[in-house]
């Protein structure tokens, strides 16, 4: 069972020892891991940091998705204009 309150997004990098992830509904948060279950690891407490922090400075909190999902996915690159 899922233990996360947003949806989250790892990306496997061009470094084999490193994997991003992000969450597209709580804007700012990101991290890296050294594997797909460290970024979870990672970002199950990260998210709760992170919601505190904007509790704490008063700013808006996303309202938690009750069907968070898991996308992993190879790196997405940057749009360059």
């Given at each position: 069972m899922l233990e996360l309150e947003?949806?989250?997004?790892?990306?496997?990098?061009?470094?084999?020892?490193?994997?991003?992830f992000y969450s597209p509904e709580l804007e700012g948060f990101s991290g890296i891991g050294?594997?797909?279950?460290?970024?979870?690891?990672r970002a199950?407490?990260?998210m709760i940091e992170h919601v505190n922090l904007l509790?704490?400075?008063g700013l808006p909190v996303p309202p938690k998705n009750p069907e968070p999902r898991i996308i992993i996915q190879n790196e997405q690159a940057m749009a360059t204009a």
């Open positions: 947003y949806s989250l997004i790892i990306e496997a990098t061009e470094d084999p020892d490193f994997f991003g050294h594997s797909i279950e460290d970024c979870i690891y199950k407490w990260g509790k704490e400075k």
